[in-house]
């Protein structure tokens, strides 16, 4: 099964546009801060090991973004797994410098944890400035192999479908525990792994029956191999790339308190693969690289890579992610007591 691709007529529209628009855009640039960045070196923190999805985001976006900050600095990705990318989150708060030199990609169901868990996130999300989002996270989970779970009724059979993660904060481990606490799945977490990499392996094993996560980060071999088979997915919006046998995760609650906490915890998928900075970065700074990272997201280069790549880009700005941010911190304080089953279990 194909993952989505960016047509060539888009790529040569958008080529056409970024070149008539380059020269106006640079010189603007370089008048509003160009030597800020000068002769330094941002590192875009992912906050799993390498292999995985957000890896792969941060290494392609680190081979564009110098082009579209004044200055050219080197980019580099440095990766900081733990805590389902907590402790990445933790140390660009606490410990990273906050002159714009350090980016972040991380798990958006924090956000959620900290409203729900604040005790044991630590972190205030309102603490960061947001800078743009690659993707929404069009999340599916799936089962593995000939023999695995292939559909909803499949899974309700089973006495147990076992998903590993980083940690209770992870979206993986928040998909399949709106599965077992709201709508009653057999699901088993298996917590401790780094990253996405080191699950497929585990998968490939037999230690576990499957995953839950984006479904760009599946194998493509898998998918083409019908090895991997998604059964249900958390976004309303289904993409003409994805089976139809991924059914919406909301169409399969039976009352209104299910068909809320389930809406709660989708939201956090149209944050998907966000870039953050520390707030305490100055605001012209943060205008800065909110304006290189439109800019790389139109970038015919970047797209061609990332369609070379299998890695979708429907791109939302830092104003538009902030946004979606303040929906989900203003969730009422009901909503976010009921939620908290999630995490206890």
Known sequence: MEKPRISERLIGALAFGFLAMSCVGTASAQEQGGADYKNKTITIIAGFSPGGGYDAYDRLLASHFSLHVPGNPNVVVQNMPGAGSLTAARSLARTQPRDGTVLLTFNPGLVTQSLVEPEKVGLDFRSFAWIGIFTPDFRVCWGFGADGVSSWSDLMKRKQFAVGTTGKGAGAYINGAMLRDILGAPIKHILGFPGSA????????GELDG????????????????????FVRFTRERPAWMPEGAVFVNDLATTDEQRRLLDFF?????????????RDVPAERIAILRRAFDETMRDPAFLADATRL???VNPRSGAETQKIFEAIVGAPPELIQAA????ED
Do not use: H
């Not at 599946?218 to 088979?229: E, V």
């Not at 908290?340 to 995490?343: M, N, T, Y």
């Open 198 to 205: 080191e699950q497929r392996i585990a998968i490939e094993r």
């Open 211 to 230: 995953d839950c996560g984006t479904y760009s980060s599946i194998p493509s071999d898998w998918l083409r191999d019908n090895k991997a088979r998604p």
């Open 266 to 278: 989708d939201t956090e998928n149209e944050i998907g693969r966000v870039l953050i900075a520390s």
């Open 310 to 312: 299998g890695l979708p």
């Open 340 to 343: 908290r089953k999630i995490f």
